[in-house]
């Protein structure tokens, strides 16, 4: 059971742990595939061998792990700006703002900008459009509270999707085929480059969140609570809005949307873990990492040469055992 | 009185001048190919072949039809493509006259075009454009195959300006149909769906000689030569693929892979010359 | 020299409905006070403009002499700590974590200190929440976790206390025992105030008493002077009879 003072002997522990199962399933994962690789041939650079190992299952190992811990971050981070451990990456809106930027350029038929798809650009324009109408309409002057940024985030949620639907329903039947596809999420081999500008993005920001941590503790606890413990809330608030908002942005511009994980990996954690955010939020990156390149790694040889949408193996994986874990706990509890 | 003449209405055979709506770019092509196109009232708007149906009242699309439009038009038949939106129920509920077709298959375009000539009261010319078509499959087909068998993918759909979520056209898919007379070895032959998202690890490792790809055609149409560089960059990432070397991956647009119906003959022949330039088709 | 909290004429309203009309009171490093009153009284947005937690629509609340908004949070909080009433936790935070959280405004870095947990050790054995130290705080009675905010509070080892209904959900040991706590605090020079509805605990260990009704101050002063029969029955509505004890202290008995 959770230890309550926090030593460095606790903390590197505990992350030691959450980093070794997320470097084992890191080194075991890439040399799972449905294609038959000689990996010796592979080291030696011969074709396809090199190429399907290095250039297909490696860099979609990478992206499914940080998009898995990015979005295990994102998920603890939004239930404790909402207070309310049924959030996720997705409440706020911001990955529908994306969804609705992909769909926009699918439908407007917009191309190559240079070196990146302009879908992902207009996906990030489009989560940080959704994120300033959500900032705008929970902010009574320069104060935010958890219950109105959850309001508005829902309704600025259901809007989006409204209008998502709208333009699917206009578009041609390509472009509904391509909208369909996107909504449905998954990860895929791309470039060395996307994954370390995602990286870039992503670590800046967990590193902040960390340091952070102790105020999340607060914060999660009650905005008073907080405040009164010497914690600038809504600076907190709108750093943390931002942080968990580029996290989430960036990473569905690129994924799609990927359900499931942002909730249970948290959550999981906390039962085993407790829920101190110092702890919980480096731990869920690891774990999160972990767990998508598990699913991932299922997803894309189960049903070889097909793939299936990694967020349906994100439920279908994820589910059970989680049922299994909220179980395991009540019988604990009552006994 | 009224009644009596419903179901006269619904045992005859249509005459020459009643009206005829279509619900999918598919039966606009069979009614037209057939000599029907001055009974059609109603088409969807996606149906763009041939050029007499782009002017013919509009009744929304094959996902999205306007009850009410198709009502206004005062139809005789409705010829709806099985779909998920029950239409065929809706409108039966109405007590119009509809005839469910499902050509998404060779085999379901031959059965559509018979049943449709039977409805209209024409099955002879049904008969006819079906043998014509036959005979002009089995000629390439022979043609196609006489030669050695071109390892082939036709992408459907990816994510636009990515190689993110490539769906295939696998077997038992209308274009792998069409694919195989061309003389295609499809290396999604085996998948589990007729049209799945396939890995690049997969794709890799099977090395197609040729690929054809429709991923960026939201507007079906032509591809211009800018558009066509942006997809072959794309691709660029996999010079070892095989099509890469030897600069065989081909975007495309064009309606006759997406629409099964009379001009399947054409898509083929379209086929062929990608698959094997060397000939002439 | 101005007091070491000084509220200069407070006024506060809710959506235009006034609930502190220019209320004015001082208090001073030392003292046990509390601040008594119905429900609706204005006693808690009084005590939350004490803590910073809202601003004043007029007048000023003053900490040392300084206004309180201006004061920084953090030194702010080095200072002066808030009990609230509950703690509504939506996550699993052991009793100490909850502890601990009092400790936040000393600490810059990632681990408690050895002086947060000997403060938050302490606190927790002034409050009587070691025995129960690592369980979950949404697991504990209401009583007890009244017990781990205020051990949170005294963690923060504040110069300024401010309880909002401390003990409304302890058992009759511990509410003695916490009001005893307090006694002891204000004896080592902590300003204690404490807003309560319970007339008997004011009367048995407030210093001075500030009686509010509608947002306005009744009384103002002594607890004798102002725990008497007819601020009581006045401001209260109940009839009642002040019993005095051989010991010199008050019983007021209310209602039948």
Known sequence: MAASALT??????????????????????????SAHVDYQKALAGEPPHAQILFEARLPRVLLASLVGGALAVAGVLFQALLRDSLADPYTLGVSSGASLGAVLAIC?????????????????????????????????????????LLMSGVTVNSIVIAVILLLQNVATFAQSFAIIRWLMGGIDAVEYRTIAALAAILAPVLVYLVWSARSW????????????????????????????????????????????????????????????????????????AAFLAICDTVARTALAPADIPVGVMTAMLGGPFFLWLLRHRQKRYWS | MKRWLFILSVLSPLEAGQRIVSTSPGITEILFALGLGDRVAGVTSYCRFPDEARRLPRIGSFLDPHLETILELRPDLVIVQKNPV???????????????????SMQGVHEAIAAIAAAAGVPDRGRQLSERMRSELNTLGERAGRLPRTKVVFFVGRTPGTLDGLIAAAKGSYLAELLEIAGGDNIFADAPAAYPKITHEELLARNPDVIIDMGDSTHTGVISEEHRQAVIRLWS????????????????????????????AQAVRLFGKLLHPEVSW | ????????????????????????????????????????????????????????????????????GHWPRRTFAQQVAFVPQTLQMPFPFTAEQVVLMG??????????????IAAAEQAMAATDCLGFRGRDFRALSGGERQRVILAAALAQSPRVLLLDEPTTFMDLKHQVAIYSLLAGLRAQGM????????????????????????????????????????????????DCALLRQPDGGVWIRYGR
């Open chain 3, 1 to 68: 020299m101005s007091a070491f909290v000084e509220i200069e004429g407070v006024s506060y309203a809710y959506n235009g409905r006034l609930v502190l009309d220019a209320v004015s009171a001082s208090f001073e490093a030392g003292e046990l006070a509390a601040i008594v009153g119905p429900n609706g009284a204005g006693k808690s947005t009084l005590l939350q403009i004490c803590t910073g937690l809202r601003a004043p629509l007029s007048g000023a609340c003053l900490y040392q002499g300084r206004e309180i």
């Open chain 3, 103 to 116: 400790r936040s405004p000393f600490g810059d870095g990632l681990f408690e200190s050895a002086e947060d």
């Open chain 3, 191 to 238: 300003l204690v105030i404490a807003v309560t509805h319970d007339v008997n605990l004011a009367a048995a260990y407030a210093d001075r008493v500030l009686m509010l009704k509608d947002g306005r101050v009744e009384a103002f002063g002594p607890a004798r002077d102002v725990l008497c029969e007819q601020n009581i029955r006045r401001v209260f509505e109940v």
């Open chain 2, 86 to 104: 029950r239409l065929t129920e809706r409108l039966r509920a109405v007590r119009l006259r509809v005839l469910e077709v499902n050509p998404e």
């Open chain 1, 108 to 148: 407007l038929g917009w191309r190559d900008t240079g070196s990146i798809p302009a879908i992902w650009i207009a996906a990030l324009v489009g989560a940080a459009a959704a994120l300033l109408v959500v900032m705008g309409m929970a902010s009574f002057g320069r104060r935010v509270s958890s219950f109105s």
């Open chain 1, 8 to 33: 460095p002997a606790r903390f590197a522990r505990v992350l030691g742990a959450c980093l070794a199962i997320c470097a084992l399933v890191l080194l075991v994962t890439p040399f799972i595939g």
């Open chain 1, 217 to 288: 503790n607060l914060m999660a606890a009650g905005e008073e609570w907080a405040a009164t413990r010497g914690v600038a809330t809504t600076k907190l608030m709108w750093s943390g809005l931002l942080a968990g908002s580029l996290i989430t942005g960036s990473v569905t511009a690129i994924t799609g949307p990927i359900g499931f994980l942002g909730l249970i990996v948290p959550h999981a954690l906390r039962l085993r873990l407790g829920a101190d955010h110092r702890v919980l939020i480096p731990a869920s990156f690891f774990i999160g």
């Open chain 2, 237 to 264: 990432r996999y010079p070892v693929l095989n099509a890469m070397r030897n600069r065989r991956v081909y975007p495309v647009a064009d309606d006759r892979f997406v629409i099964p119906g009379p001009r399947m």
